[in-house]
Every structure is written in C-alpha cells, then in structure tokens.
C-alpha cells in the first residue's frame, strides 16, 4: 500500500488533539467574557491594558523571553543596539548645538537646550520613513506655529484676552494631537510662542525645533540603517529556524516520547521573531530611497514571505496536533527530519549569498515525499496532509528564488 492510497482509506485524526486544547479554550472564553463584563471590556482603547496584564500572568516564560531577546540585540549586528547609540549621538550633538548658541544673540531665550536635545531625540527614528517624515513635519509645524505665536504677540497687552487665547490655544493643540505631526506641532509651537514675552519663545522655539529635526536628519544619512540590505540575512535566518522548527517537530512525530514540549516552545518562538523582524524590514525597505541595493522588490518580496508563511503555517499545525508522550508515533515521519531541514538551510545560504538553489534540492525533497512508507499512517490532520502543504511550500520558495516572478522584471 502506497503513502498517498494510506491517506486516502484512513480515517480523520482521533479527536484527543481536540480534547486536549478544549481545557485552553474553555480558559480563554471565561477570561473574554470577564473582561467584556469589566466596565471598560467593551472599549477597544482600553480593553488591551486588560488584556496585556492577563497575558503576564498566562504566558510561560514571558521574563525568560524578553531577557533572551534583550541579551541578542546588545550586539553591533543589532538595529536597536545601533540606533541606541547614533541616537546618544544626536542627542549629544544637539545639546551641544543648544548650549553653544546661547541665547541667539538677545534673539531668543537662554537655556533652551533642551528643546534641541529633545526634537533630536523623538525626530531620529530607526526607519528612514519615520526620521524624515516626523523631521520635515515638525520643522513646518514649528514654523506655522511660530509665525502664530509671534502674531499673537502683537495684539493689545490685555490680561483677559492673554488667558483667554492660552486657553483657545490649548484646546486647538488637543482638538488636533491626532491628526498628524504638522498641526499637532504647529499649535504647541504657538502655544509655547505667545506664551514667552516679546516673541522670543517664537523664535526660540522654531530655531531649535528645525536645527534639532536638521541634527537627526543629517545624522541619520552620515549613518543610515538602510532596511533593503537587511533582507538577504532576515529571510535567511527565517528560512533556517523554520527548517529547524521541522526538525525537531518531525523527529517529535516520529516518536512522541522524546519530544521535548520547552525546546519545540523555543524554536517556535525564534521563527516567529525571525519572520517579525524580516516583514518590519520589507514594510520599511518599500520607503526607502535606496532600491538599487534591494535584491528583491515588492513583487518578489511578497511571493517569497508567502511561501516561508506557508511552511511556518504548516509547522504550527504540526505544532497543535502533536501527539502526547505515550501517543502513538510515526516513524515515517522520521525521513523529514533530516530532508526539510537540509533543503531549507540551503535556500537560506542561497538567499544570504544571492545564488540559485540548485534544482537537486526539489527533487531530493520530492523523492522523500514519494518514497513508501513503513507504517502507512495518514498525516490529514484538519482536512490535509501537513507534510504535502509543507513540501509543496518549500518547493514554491525554492521555485520563487530561482525565478523571480515576471512582473517583478517589467519594475526593475
């Protein structure tokens, strides 16, 4: 009896994986509807603070996590660890710039430092998109703002009317802090201006907030992190913890008792922050003014991270049906645990070096996939086979790699 005719003339999977996730449903409907039944549940804006202090207390391994990830990024590779330092140096530059101009020659105020160490330090952003963006909003924001305030300055010196205007002003800033940088800025910026005497908070204000956005701008290109180079790297180490993540949940397949539920939690984890990491970069790279360094653009970008989330989905469902330590294996499931991973290690070197995978890989893998079984037991876990899902997604990667898709060349 071949593999496939196994499948076909075997029943659906017992109902124990089902039996075993209803105590973790059954948990997570009671805790929706206390949090519905809590004055604010119903609050979208306030329900996720309910939300967020549940999942601290139900996430396993929830400190462990976050002190792992916290020890990866204090490296050079790190993007976070990078930004934190050309951040300190903004900022530095701009405190500098602050206390070296003074008071602007009697034009503006003393001791306003902190403006230009405070625009340099929420304009600079590890994304090219969000320094520029926030950067020139702000600038034309402060601008329009002091104009404002200045004008404002001039009218009759009448207490009254200052309360009353301070007042106008304030509400103006709150009826508009979300509707963008620009106004949100501008009415603050006039706010701050007329509330300084004779116009020299206008000036003050303005200045700083241009060179300050001038300092995170200027430092951002002097020291760029440009996301498209990242790419190559990011979906090579998501392609390689997924090969992995199969591996270790083949070999679990195989025989269940020596799975290892907090290894299996672990990979599990890394693949997801891999995959995290690689589509925040994509998403940035599309802004970015440096497309002749991209390997890949939209087109392809998006085929080849719908078919590492095609394997990464198959892998969760491997994941949730996974047998418990005195259920009953299957030992042919033993053949893709070392096939997958191999074939995707090598399309994750193909992807960091820019070569072709070699077409022996599709067809190594499809001979495993073909091969007979010696325990015909059917992998459909809900409605189809996992292992067929997964090898028909690992051969689309190895296919979307070596030929780009052809509407991705008319862009180039």
Not at 115 to 143: C, D, K
Not at 223 to 250: C, D, F, M, Y
Not at 392 to 400: G, I, P, Q, Y
Request: hydrophobic share 45%; proline share 7%; aromatic share 8%.
């Amino acid at each position: 009896m071949t593999e496939q005719s196994a499948r076909q003339s075997l029943p659906a999977p017992a109902d124990e994986p089902h039996e075993r996730e209803l105590p973790a449903l059954t948990e997570a409907l009671i805790e929706a509807e206390r949090l519905v039944a809590t004055p604010d549940g119903g609050n979208p804006e306030v329900a996720w603070q309910h939300a967020e202090l549940a999942m601290l207390n139900t996430q396993p391994g929830f400190t462990s996590r976050g002190l792992r990830r916290l020890r990866a990024e204090l490296t050079w590779d790190s993007l976070v660890f990078r930004h934190a330092l050309r951040l300190a140096v903004a900022a530095t530059i701009a405190e500098a710039v602050g206390r070296a101009t003074g008071d602007w020659g009697g034009l503006g105020e003393p001791g306003h430092a902190c403006w230009l160490f405070l625009t340099a330090a929420i304009v600079l952003f590890p994304t090219f998109e969000h320094t520029f963006s926030r950067g020139i909003s702000r600038s034309a924001g402060a601008i329009a703002g002091g104009l404002i305030g200045w004008a404002l300055t001039l009218l009759p010196d009448d207490r009254l009317l200052h309360y009353l205007l301070l007042i106008a002003l304030l509400f103006l800033y709150l009826a508009f802090r979300s509707t963008g940088q620009p106004l949100m800025i501008m009415w603050i910026t006039a706010w701050v201006s007329y509330l300084g005497a004779g116009g020299t908070s206008a000036w003050t204000r303005t200045a700083d907030t241009v060179i300050g956005s001038a300092i995170a701008m200027a430092v951002f290109v002097l020291w760029p992190s440009w996301h498209s180079k990242r790419l190559p790297r990011l979906l090579g180490s998501w392609i390689r913890l997924e090969g992995q993540r199969l591996s270790s949940l083949a070999t679990a397949w195989a025989d269940p008792a020596t799975a290892d539920p907090a290894a299996l939690d672990r990979i599990g984890h890394e693949a997801r922050v891999a995959r995290h990491d690689f589509e925040e970069a994509a998403t940035h790279s599309a802004s970015e003014p440096v497309h002749h360094l991209a390997r890949w653009n939209g087109l392809d970008l998006r085929r080849l991270s719908r078919s590492v989330h095609e394997v990464a989905r198959g892998s969760g469902l491997l994941t949730a049906y996974l047998p418990g330590p005195q259920g009953p294996g299957i030992p042919s499931a033993a053949r893709y645990a070392t096939a997958l991973p191999h074939v995707m290690s090598e399309l994750a070197t193909a992807a960091e070096t820019g070569m072709r995978p070699n077409a022996r890989l599709t067809a190594q893998l499809h001979d495993v996939f073909s091969a007979d079984p010696t325990d015909p037991v059917s992998f459909a876990l809900p409605g189809q086979d996992v292992f067929a899902h997964i090898t028909r997604s690992v051969e689309d990667l190895a296919t979307a790699m070596s030929e780009p898709d052809p509407r991705s060349a008319r862009l180039r």
